[in-house]
């Protein structure tokens, strides 16, 4: 076994599931995380040119919610929220780095430099304070595989992962280090663990940087969008989708060759969207990562478990990866905490019940990692068709709140805030109602 697995299965081997029945084994775990990508850049979604057969697949065997959404634009605070079933101003993470001082200082360069250790330790401890899905599995009997993105720290010991690839040293480690391999580097870690898992239920966190930048995809893929999309940049990224879509194909694959499709659940998410700059290779547009429009925080949300899950797409109601605990727990048929702002995703009575889901946008970097909402920009909501942003300086004239209909102008061309003074201000009660934030001065 490589190094970087940690097996701990002498303890393990005590463990039972409290879900187990005699003679049945629990079902297995599979998360999906798509990095940088956007809502409508699948087949399945109905874009004209990227192929994406084996999520397309995928799709047709899975609860699908083409209205799914992330908390909050950006890679770290997204993930951070996945698994804690946490809003970021809950959990504490609401940006990728610290704010340094010195403008232009290459954040993994400070990382080298003692004197912002402790902001670092500091996003990382608060992070670590709360419970999360892993970590309540693995105390459970699963064993759990983290690999691909990951800011926290050591898996083992910040999230209770009981394997991992990212080793997670603060002075070589920003967002993954040696777990950022997989998917681009093929997929034999994730293999390996599940041969050597034995007769435990299993998790895998299967987090890939794709199709994240840098979009350096297979040759054979690019030269297929090169002659279609509008640009090189383009086609890259492009190209960097149906990859990524290619690595959950030998996924998928490997688990019916090994017949662990009937016993294993599937979710899939994204962190965040992703807009081509069709002029910059490896840079986003406007209107899409780090903003609270669509493109930034839209996602497809599917839940896939064979013989148990009957396969259905939902364009109506609203999902969010807030919901991707209480969903797994309702599964599994564990308990959650109370404090969770997610439903359970298969319940079609609370899904149906839900009127409206809440997010929220930060700054980059995190101005003060003692007060991580300082570096706050923007809260938005969804109700029904509608869509509320609020800017947190509303007395900015370059800010302005921003109503959109999402049903009709999915690409939020038409702000309809002046136009729709009576619907801005019911929604405006219910995002306050939802989370007032209480902001100390700079």
């Known amino acids: 076994m490589n190094a970087f ?33 956007a809502w409508n850049d699948y087949s399945f979604m109905g874009h004209k040119s990227i192929r994406t057969p084996y999520l397309d697949r995928l799709a047709g065997q899975s609860l699908v919610f083409t209205r799914g959404y992330s908390p909050v634009p950006l890679c770290r605070p997204a993930l951070a929220s996945i698994i804690t079933g946490l809003y970021p101003h809950q959990h504490g993470v609401t940006g990728n780095d610290p704010a340094l001082p010195d403008a232009g200082v290459n954040p993994m360069a400070a ?87 034995g007769e435990h239920p299993w998790l895998v966190w299967y987090a890939p940087m794709l199709p994240h930048a840098p979009h350096t995809p297979p040759e054979d893929i690019l030269q297929k969008y090169l002659p279609i999309a509008p640009s090189e940049p383009v086609a890259r990224y492009w190209a960097n989708v149906e990859w990524f879509d290619r690595t959950c194909g030998e996924l998928l694959d490997y688990l019916d060759k ?45 839940i896939s478990w064979a013989g148990h899950i009957k396969p259905h797409r939902d364009t109506k109601h609203l999902a969010t990866n807030l919901d991707i605990w209480p969903t797994l727990a309702s599964l599994l048929k564990l308990p959650a905490p109370q404090n969770l702002p997610g439903i359970d995703l298969t319940d079609a009575r609370a899904v149906a019940k839900r009127e409206a889901i809440y997010g929220e946008q930060y700054a980059h970097n995190i101005a003060d990692v003692d007060s991580p909402c300082r570096s706050l920009e923007h809260r938005w909501m969804i109700s029904g068709d509608w869509k509320l942003i609020v800017p947190v300086d509303t007395q900015s004239p370059t800010n ?33 109602e939802w989370w007032t934030p209480d902001i100390p001065a700079k």
């Open 400 to 432: 302005k709140i921003e109503l959109y209909n999402v049903k009709s102008d999915p690409w939020e061309k038409k702000d309809l805030a002046q136009r729709e003074q009576k619907i801005l201000n019911n929604l405006r009660k219910k995002l306050d």
């Open 111 to 197: 990382r080298n430099n003692p004197k912002y250790a402790r902001y670092y330790e500091t996003i990382i401890n608060n992070f670590q304070k709360h419970p999360n899905f892993v970590r309540d599995l693995t105390a459970r009997g699963w064993l759990a595989f983290q690999t691909g993105k990951w800011w926290e720290g050591d898996p083992v010991k910040a999230a209770g992962f009981t394997h991992s690839m990212t080793q997670g040293v603060l002075k070589t480690s920003r967002h993954g280090d040696a777990g950022l391999d997989i998917g681009r580097k093929g997929l034999e870690p994730i293999f390996q663990f599940i041969e050597n898992a």
């Open 5 to 37: 697995y940690l097996p701990l299965l002498a303890l393990l081997a005590a463990l039972v599931p409290v879900s187990a029945v005699a003679g049945e084994k629990p079902p297995n775990v599979l998360l999906i995380i798509s990095d940088d990508q």
């Open 258 to 302: 090994k017949n662990l499709r009937q016993n294993t659940i599937i979710i899939y998410t994204t962190d965040n969207g992703w807009i081509q700059n069709p002029k910059v290779k490896n840079s986003f547009a406007p209107r899409s990562k780090l903003t609270c429009y669509e493109g930034g925080v839209r996602t497809p949300i599917m």
